[in-house]
């Protein structure tokens, strides 16, 4: 049992990161900054270097490291006193995606983000993943199944 509760939080942790750092380094070996596949599509990859916060906001570079690893640590601290599998998965989800944001603000200074919806901000892998698994804790704790 224990090690399918370590699972349920490392697998799509690792899963993410893994998907999250080969999808951006495709996007970057592949598209010129600023480049777009297609061009004119609605759901198209935009090649985007973003040195801010959430949606492109300006903010001091070394906070934003500061933040992002003070979350991972409350994340990596919190997990185990979770006995919900979904809620285990989830912040799996989470971790995922701020260590993949995190690898490259402080390899590179920003995040590369490429996937544009054009109604919405450009974003990523590790985005998404740190918004759906938000989304189900939410979902998980409002239904009281946390």
Known sequence: MRGSRELAFFLPAVGVLVADQLSKAWVRQNLAL??????????????IQNAGAVFGITANPIFLVLLNSAVLLFVLLFYRRLSSLALRASLGLVLGGGVGNLVDRLQMGYVTDFLDIRVWPIFNVADSAVVAGSAIILYLVLRGKA
Not at 34 to 47: I, K
């Open 34 to 47: 600023g480049e777009s596949l297609p061009p004119d599509a609605p759901l198209r990859l935009t090649h």
